[in-house]
Structure formats: C-alpha cells, structure tokens
C-alpha cells in the first residue's frame, strides 16, 4: 500500500487545514476499507506521536487528548482517501504529519502497517 499525504502549509495560529491521505496498491484480497486509518506527527526533537485514528468504515474514530475537539478524521472509500481536519490550531500541533494504515481490524493501540511520507505543518504565533 502506498500512502500519499498533502495539504500541509503555514497557517497562523487559531486558523484550520486540512489534510488528505490517498490510498493506492492495496494487497491482494484488500481493499482501501480493510485498513484502519491513521495519522501521527513528528516535532523537530521529538518523538513521533499518535494524533487519531478511523475505523475501517468511519465508523468510529480515537483521538489524542491533545487534538480531541478541534481534529475530526474522516474517510471516503470511494476515494480511497482519508482526511484530517484540524481546527484552532496551535504552536504545539507543528510538526510533519504522516498517516499510516494497519491491517488489524482493531481501533486501539494498534501497530501499523504502511506509511506514508509527511506533509509539514507550521503554525505561527
């Protein structure tokens, strides 16, 4: 599977983006719904983190505490895409963004299979 991030950018802080996965080359007997969804960032210096997460059909959906009522994930299997909404953003959501896709039906603290190569996300104070 071959994940294919973008709409990152320079926004002030309080402003919104919105960012898309495109999905293609699901293994075989796969499609784009039999994955788990996911998206994390990256900070310089600091560790890769879990930003949320959608169920295989959309749903149900986790998030960090840090992100929960301002970031909304979504999906649209006809598309084979899966967007992040992210809303009131702040300093600390900078970083490159990656979203991820798992095989495991599970949406919890769940390993993942495939990634894709980031989109940076810069907020200004």
């Known amino acids: 599977v071959q994940l294919q991030a973008s709409g990152g950018g320079l926004v002030q802080a309080g402003g919104s983006l919105r960012l898309s996965c495109v999905a293609s080359g699901a293994a075989s007997g796969r499609t784009f719904n039999n994955y788990v969804m996911g998206w994390f960032r990256q900070a310089p210096g600091k560790e890769r983190e879990f930003v949320g997460a959608i169920s295989w059909i959309g749903s149900g959906a986790r998030y960090a505490d840090s992100v929960k009522g301002r970031f909304t994930i979504s999906r649209d299997n006809a598309k084979n895409t899966v967007y992040l909404q992210m809303n009131d953003l702040k300093p600390d959501d900078a970083g490159v963004y990656y979203c991820?896709?798992?095989?495991?039906?599970?949406?919890?603290?769940?390993?993942?299979?495939?990634w894709g190569q980031g989109t940076q996300v810069t907020v200004s104070s």
């Open positions: 991820a896709a798992s095989r495991n039906p599970v949406l919890g603290n769940i390993a993942y299979d495939y």
